[in-house]
Structure formats: structure tokens, C-alpha cells
């Protein structure tokens, strides 16, 4: 995501690791593949709470008439919010991963690993960022990887592309 006071209060080897973060999205079609994976988590989670209407008013719990009865809704948004819970890990697995490779390209965009891991640590600063996370928090909730995996990611790159001497 980009924000109007980028330009101010970055430097450029900055904005430009920014720029070519958000280019390596577009490069893996991550806004394409999120609107299919999404599409593909609500028909899971329609057909879920669906099932537990027709389980509901199979038993006459709640005195459903049957799973159209409007008063299965609140079970029905009950068993949505449920379900989407139990799939937050997965959906933040997935957005992890599309970070990881926006990083990686905008590693090979640049060529900067120097910039990038100053770009994390100025970020993790003005954040006051978590360097090492518990591993379950992260798999819960964080949607982005933990700044020192990051950071590792940026000297795995700069291990394989060693900079060419000075002339
Ligand atoms: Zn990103």
C-alpha cells in the first residue's frame, strides 16, 4: 500500500524498494489470485454455514421451520464468523507468502539488499516492531513475515548476488 507522505519521509533507495515491492505483487498477479482465493474461501464457508442451517433445522433447534427459516440467521452469521476464524490462519499463511515473494522481487528489481534491510530496520523502529515474535502469534496473525525473517531474506539474496567490486 502506498500513502501520499511516502516521498517525504523516506529516502529513495526507500521508495524505490517500496515501488518495486508493490511491482512484484502485480508481477505474481497477487490481486488476481487473492480475488480467486477469496472467492474460493466464501463458496467454502457458504456451503459450511449452510450445512449447519440444514443440521439446525433438522433438529428443530431454535425452532427453525427449516434452513430458510429467517430466524436461522443469527446462527447462520454465528457459524460464518466461526468458520472465518478457524481459516485466519490460512488466509495469513497465503498473504505471508505473496510478501515473501513481493520481497524477493523487490530484491531482483533493485538489487539493493543494503537498502532493503536499512528500509526494514528504520520500519521496525518507527513501529517498535516485535523482532522475534512468538511462532503461533505469527502464524495466527501476522500478515506480513516478522521483520528479522525479512532481514534474513535480504542477506540470502545479497549471499547470492554478491555486489560487483568498485572500480
Ligand atoms: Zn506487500
Known amino acids: 500500500m502506498l500513502y501520499d507522505n511516502l516521498v517525504a519521509r523516506s529516502d529513495p533507495d526507500a521508495v524505490e524498494l517500496v515501488l518495486a ?5 502485480w508481477k505474481h498477479a497477487h490481486i488476481w489470485k487473492g480475488i480467486g482465493l477469496t472467492l474460493v474461501g466464501m463458496a467454502v464457508l457458504l456451503w459450511c454455514g449452510a450445512h449447519v442451517l440444514a443440521w439446525a433445522a433438522e433438529r428443530r433447534a431454535f425452532h427453525l421451520a427449516g434452513p430458510a427459516d429467517v430466524a436461522g440467521l443469527p446462527l447462520f452469521l454465528l457459524a460464518l464468523f466461526v468458520l472465518n476464524l478457524v481459516g485466519l490462519p490460512i488466509q495469513n499463511a497465503v498473504s505471508r507468502h505473496f510478501e515473501r515473494q513481493a520481497d524477493w522481487a523487490s530484491l531482483e528489481l533493485t538489487g539493493n539488499p543494503a537498502a532493503f534491510i536499512r528500509a526494514e530496520v ?5 513501529n517498535l516492531a516485535d523482532l522475534t515474535p512468538p511462532r503461533p502469534l505469527v502464524w495466527l496473525l501476522y500478515t506480513h513475515p516478522p521483520v528479522a525473517e525479512r532481514i534474513r531474506m535480504a542477506d540470502v539474496f545479497a549471499a547470492q548476488h554478491p555486489a560487483p567490486p568498485p572500480r
Open 21 to 25: 515491492h508493490e511491482m512484484g505483487h
Open 122 to 126: 528504520d520500519l521496525a523502529r518507527s
